[in-house]
């Protein structure tokens, strides 16, 4: 008995290995839905497809981070060790991720890296380093496509308010984004990150969701490249990547001078 919404075909054509697609975004910014949209989409068209999420909170490790999310902020863990076991959680799911591209199947997952490392650098604690909290994920299996569903968090809070967990508040969700911004729009990722306005209708956001990734998925089907490993970053360009998701934040964000006003990004 499987209750596995996209069980394995043996494809028409032999395929390299799978895709692996992250998806990501703040808060409500509809992960979930285009992931599920997506992963439908893919398998419709004849692709294998999974999909993972993390935190994946059905491990013991799993466990331990959905106490800290719904706790209250009297928990005793430090962000240090809360940081190392969302990545821990990444690296127990490493060798199940990787089993599945090498068989074709493409990945669709539920925040990744890079939820991982700028939740926890959006705290500014100065022990806390953007770099430093990348590091533990260098060598995990790299991304081939980093889809960032980009709203605000007005719009975000919108659908359902935040408040629920320890994250969602509206000052964290506006570094946040700003964060993935400034990752995604200033060639941090060459390319691998893209920026998908997500504030429209769900059908609409899906079809371009569909139109990043469908290619970058055929493109891997048949390259037959080896899954890449997440790389360092240099700890000497932390102080102008900092500044640039200042200047992020200052652009994007809310701020008591500008009231409820929201400037709204135009993704390129
Ligand atoms: N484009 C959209 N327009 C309006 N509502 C949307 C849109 N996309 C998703 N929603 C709704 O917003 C809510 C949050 O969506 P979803 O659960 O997919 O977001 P998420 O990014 O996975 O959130 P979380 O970070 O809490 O897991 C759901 O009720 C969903 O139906
Ligand atoms: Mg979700």
Redesign the pocket.
Known sequence: MSEDPYPYRTPSTPIARGAFIVIE?L???????QGKLLADALYSSGHNVRQTRFPDRTTPIGQMISTYLTSSSSTTLSDQAIHLLFSANRWEAAPSILSSLQQGTTIICDRYTHSGAIYSAAKHNPALPFHWAWSPDVGLPAPDLVVFLDVSPENAAK??GFGDERYETREMQEWVRSFFVTMAAFGEEDGDMVIVP?G???SD?ANVVLDKVLPKVEVVEKSGSEVGKIEGRDSNGERSFMMNVRMMYETLGYSKDKGQEQIEYVAP
């Open positions: 975004g808060d409500r910014s509809g992960k979930t839905t659908r359902g997500a429209k209708e769900i956001v």
